[in-house]
């Protein structure tokens, strides 16, 4: 099983950057790819953007697409998301997850380690 655990998230005006990280621990070499999903207050749970191990396929959201990058250090384990121009509408808790099988990016349930999250709040 891997662990994994959130940092970075807090408090930007609109416009602004943020970038969280995501450690990972535990059986990291059965990683086949992560991702970042977020849940906005009163929504359901969304894909943002998801990578793979090697890092040679990443895929981003359409509402994020240009904005948000995600990328990772195999050698520090950790995954990322650099956050631009962010919206009020981004607001969310922002997790991380890893899967161990092959699959689409976007189906949520196929990832099987999830971290507790991380809130960012983008005020207007």
């Known amino acids: 099983q891997v662990q994994v655990e959130e940092s970075g998230g807090g408090l930007v005006q609109a416009g602004g950057s943020l970038r969280l990280s995501c450690a990972a621990s535990g059986r990291t070499f059965s990683t086949y790819a992560m991702a970042w999903s977020r849940q906005a207050p009163g929504k359901e749970r969304e894909f943002v953007a998801g990578?793979?191990?090697?890092?040679?396929?990443?895929y981003h959201a359409e509402s994020v697409k240009g904005r948000f990058s995600i990328s990772g250090d195999n050698a520090k384990n950790t995954l990322y998301l650099q956050m631009n121009s962010l919206r009020p509408e981004d607001t969310a808790v922002y997790s991380c997850?890893?899967?161990?099988?092959?699959?689409?990016?976007?189906?949520?349930?196929?990832?099987?380690?999830w971290g507790q999250g991380t809130q960012d709040t983008v005020s207007s």
């Open positions: 990578i793979s191990r090697t890092g040679e396929m990443s």
């Open positions: 997850a890893a899967r161990s099988t092959g699959g689409s990016w976007s189906q949520l349930k196929g990832y099987n380690s």
